[in-house]
């Protein structure tokens, strides 16, 4: 089993619509957790940062860590077609030579 | 603010020479960087960690031989493909951090090794 587990998609919604993206992991001692977007030929830019469990929002972008599931979300209200990504689910555990564990990215695709 | 730079952002080379890429954090001091590969539609493959002034820590798989880490300061990190082969061929991304959890990434390097 991954210690991280994130479904590649692709996902495709019509503009507007809300996304749902998630990710499961097996490691109880994460307590970070990031969502990165990256764009074709692009690096990961960072959206989204949580710290234990609970829900952060920015603007579109809602994050949730349910740490009792062991299960993330990112949410995206009014997706629009420049939300056209792949987005990256990560998470560490903060301790002394930290390793941060990336998902495998789930591409979405907004149509106008 | 957190921006990080690579250089260059593309490279074509012939087999058995070697490239250097750097990678920068240009408004930040960068405690520890790290490079990672990644393939087409797939997601990042770490390569190695490495903190200014130290030897880089190689993940499990990675010849340190061949993949040359040099952290000279705490802006500035190079990672040099060396005797470059067909397979090397990859898109190459540094990411660098000052505190435990956020890495900020590069845009990245494509090498095509001919």
Redesign the interface.
Known sequence: QKEVEQDPGPLSVPEGAIVSLNCTYSNSAFQYFMWYRQYSRKGPELLMYTYSSGNKEDGRFTAQVDKSSKYISLFIRDSQPSDSATYLCAMNENTGGFKTIFGAGTRLFVKA | GAV?S?HPSRVICKSGTSVKIECRSLDFQATTMFWYRQFP????M?MA?SNEGSKATYEQGVEKDKFLINHASLTLSTLTVTSAHPEDSS?Y?C?ASYR?????????T?LTVL
Do not use: D, H, M
């Open positions: 990080v690579q539609k797939k997601s990042l770490l960690t898109f991304i990411s435990n959890n956020e890495q900020f990434f590069g845009p990245g494509r």
